[in-house]
């Protein structure tokens, strides 16, 4: 149980372009995602927490009309760059939160390797 | 300040021995949870333990235990006899307060198993 699904898991686009990347729960209902920007050899870092029904809620730095997050159902969260920039170049992961136990635990996707040439 | 420190960038441990990963963190609340994930070169973080502040007891899951300090705020991952397959990033975690959501990752620990 507790599968988390991402698509693509490489994408390869041009300047300027909008990129979607899908993360779905596969075996449970997840009222709640989050989406991490990870840098080589570096830690993750939190961008946005994704409830199902309403808006995101961003971290501090991130631009929520460059990231859009949409969670329009208890399985499917996306993540789009628009107008994608080489610096916007990264490993990005979601994860669902599995809120079963004292544990509350996150589960991850398999994640998404973007470059923008 | 750094909420979770992982002090190890890199452990190099021989195949069968076990190994420990440091985490140490810092709340001022009484109620958190602390974590355990592994990343391999693939890239998908793969939950491994999960700690509760009011845990009595260290929490084990296979191979993997964990050692709970509270009062020195540390939580260490033991992985015992380490197989070759354990090579991967290893990432502490916290979640701090009642109802949070929100994970703190430490910077994290490569391990390397030598045959």
């Known amino acids: 149980g507790a599968v988390v699904s991402q698509h693509p898991s490489r994408v390869i686009c041009k300047s300027g372009t909008s990129v979607k990347i899908e993360c779905r729960s596969l075996?449970?209902?997840?009222?709640?995602m989050f989406w991490y920007r990870q840098f080589p050899k570096k830690s993750l870092m939190l961008m946005a927490t994704s409830n199902e029904g309403s808006k995101a809620t961003y971290e501090q730095g991130v631009e929520k009309d460059k990231f859009l997050i949409n969670h329009a159902s208890l399985t499917l969260s996306t993540l789009t760059v628009t107008s994608a920039h080489p610096e916007d170049s990264s490993f990005y992961i979601c994860s669902a939160r599995f809120p079963v136990g004292a544990s509350d635990t996150q589960y991850f996707g398999p994640g998404t390797r973007l470059t923008v040439l | 300040a750094q909420k979770i420190t992982q002090t190890q960038p890199g452990m190099f441990v021989q195949e069968k021995e076990a190994v420990t990963l440091d985490c140490t963190y810092d709340?001022?609340?009484?109620?958190?949870?602390l974590f355990w994930y592994k990343q391999p070169s693939s890239g998908e973080m793969i939950f491994l333990i999960y700690q509760g502040s009011y845990d009595q007891q260290n929490a084990t899951e296979g191979r993997y235990s964990l050692n709970f300090q509270k009062a020195r705020k540390s939580a260490n991952l033991v992985i015992s006899a380490s197989q070759l397959g354990d090579s991967a990033m290893y990432f502490c975690a916290m979640r701090e307060g009642q109802g949070a959501q929100k994970l703190v990752f430490g910077q994290g620990t490569r391990l390397t198993i030598n045959p």
């Open positions: 709340t001022s609340d009484p109620s958190y949870g």
């Open positions: 075996d449970f209902q997840a009222t709640t």
